[in-house]
Nanobody, 120 residues
Framework: VQLQASGGGLVQAGDSLRLSCVAS????????LGWFRQAPGKEREFLAA????????YYADSVKGRFTISGENAKNAAYLQMNSLEPEDTAVYYC??????????????WGQGTQVTVSS
């Protein structure tokens, strides 16, 4: 599985950004596409995910109401719309492909990361 993420950049507090992630090189049917982020000195944290089959979405409490994830099955893509960005959102954002191969057992695949910097 290859993941191509894009859309990061430098913005000011209150601005918006849209991240894109396109998955390729697989034929899996049961997977989620999602986003994590990692700020300097912190652990990687889950932000949002969308299920490929039914389109269910999942969010971390920290981003509910500000971030919206959407998917486009035909392109094997997921998008993260981030609004009202704050300096605390500054981090490297990683696209995640979670393939469920048996029940709740899964493999994770990661994109290369895209930097988001929010200035105050």
């Amino acid at each position: 599985v290859q993941l191509q993420a894009s859309g990061g950049g430098l913005v000011q507090a209150g601005d918006s950004l849209r991240l894109s992630c396109v998955a390729s090189g697989h034929t899996f049917k049961r997977y989620n596409l999602g986003w994590f982020r990692q700020a300097p000195g912190k652990e990687r944290e889950f932000l949002a995910a969308i299920n490929r089959s039914g389109g269910s979405t999942y969010y971390a409490d920290s981003v509910k109401g500000r971030f919206t994830i959407s998917g486009e099955n035909a392109k094997n893509a997921a998008y993260l719309q981030m609004n009202s960005l704050e300096p605390e959102d500054t981090a490297v954002y990683y696209c995640n492909f979670r393939h469920y191969y048996s029940g709740n057992y899964y493999d994770d695949y990661w994109g290369q990361g895209t930097q988001v910097t929010v200035s105050s």
